[in-house]
């Protein structure tokens, strides 16, 4: 799938992952290739124990491959040192997770900043960068807040806003509405697909079919391998639920002029 004027971010060949020795061997990644351009929204399916989430975990620098080779930016990164993948993976990868991992004892402001310790940067300047993208996800008056205390919709839109903190290209999210309701899930995914827009390269892992009409591209995965890699124009799609929008905004400000009318 070559793509004319669009910079290959990730490139995996004959990448392998092997669980186990003996009768006990398990391949949760089996010769997978794959490319990842940037400024795609790729959203990765399969039934569960096929290899999505091992697949983003080496992708994003969390795992390592057993055999094959990655390339990250053009740079290889298959068999850098665990202490040079951390350094770029904080550099250029954020994560998104179901279960948010917000450390309980941060504060919110705390929590988003904390990647940036890993740059080195002085407490002061961290917490300025947080409450500024805090404000990007319009959650400036729970930047105190502990995590206990904000829904579930909040809290990952925290956990996005860590994941943004340091201004990465690649955006990689692991079921990230799983744990949401289906009203917190739609911010979400608008969350995500704004984020998208600026340019950023978004690989999502998710069950939830209906998730499918963000995607710029869907992989499908079976048995550790790539079943089905297809790009997805859903330009009508997007046409449609911005033409949705406009009219709810038209309705809404009829109802106002109403009350305002005392009709």
């Known amino acids: 799938m070559m793509k ?11 990448i ?39 697949l983003l975990n080496t992708i994003g620098l969390l795992d390592r491959s057993t055999e094959g080779t990655y390339m990250l930016d053009s740079y290889d ?8 993948q951390a350094q770029i993976r904080s550099e250029k990868i954020g994560f998104v997770f179901q279960d948010f991992n917000l450390i309980p004892r941060l504060s919110v402001i705390e929590n988003v900043a904390l990647p940036l310790i890993y740059k080195g940067e002085n407490k002061t300047k961290r917490l300025k960068k947080a409450s500024e993208i805090l404000k990007q996800f319009h959650l400036e008056k729970r930047e105190y807040y502990m995590p206990w205390q904000l829904s579930g919709g909040q809290t990952q839109r925290v956990a996005i806003a860590r994941a943004l903190v340091n201004n990465p290209s ?11 309701d289906s009203k917190a899930s739609h911010i979400i995914m608008e969350e995500l697909s704004e984020v998208h827009k600026k340019g950023n390269t978004i690989i999502m892992v998710t069950h939830n ?35 949705l929008d406009k009219l709810e905004e038209a309705v809404n400000k009829i109802e106002e002029i109403k009350e305002e009318l005392g009709a």
């Open 209 to 243: 079919p209906e998730l499918m009409a963000y995607a710029t591209r869907i992989i499908t995965m079976f048995d550790g391998k790539i079943d089905t890699d297809e790009k997805v124009d859903n330009s009508i799609i997007q046409e449609k639920e911005n033409t």
């Open 16 to 54: 392998k992952k092997r669980f186990g020795v003996g009768d006990a061997e398990n391949y949760a990644l089996n010769g997978v290739d794959l490319t990842i351009y940037q400024g795609e929204f790729i959203i990765i399916m399969g039934p569960s124990g096929c290899g999505k989430t091992t």
């Open 77 to 84: 990164v298959s068999r850098m040192s665990k202490r040079k």
């Open 4 to 14: 004319k004027g669009k910079k290959e971010v990730v490139k995996l060949k004959k």
């Open 170 to 180: 690649i955006i990689l999210a692991d079921e990230p509405t799983g744990n949401l």
